[in-house]
């Protein structure tokens, strides 16, 4: 995942490498402690909708793509995870897409 500064903030572009081969094709920020994540499942056809009770502001999602087995690591199918910011781990909280892409966060009014 890259990070771009802000505007108005010193140059320069942060990579965080994942964990286990993750390989993420979209990613959301958390801007409210309110609100819900849009997931389009572009394979199956759908848009899924993730709550929580309370959101942590600035928290990562990421749609990350299955994984075939390999020699270090077995098979994982499609899944949203919440992205650890400092280890690059992908937690998943959310599975059984076919092919998840496209998301964001909506905040509550």
Request: hydrophobic letters at 50%; charged letters at 15%; glycine letters at 12%.
């Amino acid at each position: 995942v890259f990070f771009r500064p802000a505007k108005g903030a010193p140059a320069g572009v942060k990579v965080l490498h994942l964990l286990g081969g993750a390989k993420v094709d979209d990613t959301v920020f958390v801007t409210a402690p309110r609100g819900h994540v849009l997931i389009a499942d572009t394979k199956g056809g759908t848009v899924y909708r993730l709550d929580a009770p309370a959101w942590s502001v600035g928290s990562a999602f990421s749609a990350v793509g299955p994984i075939k087995a390999g020699a270090k690591a077995p098979a994982y199918a499609a899944y949203v995870g919440a992205i650890d910011l400092h280890s690059g781990a992908a937690i998943p909280v959310a599975s059984g897409f076919a092919n998840p892409h496209g998301m964001a966060f909506v905040a509550d009014k």
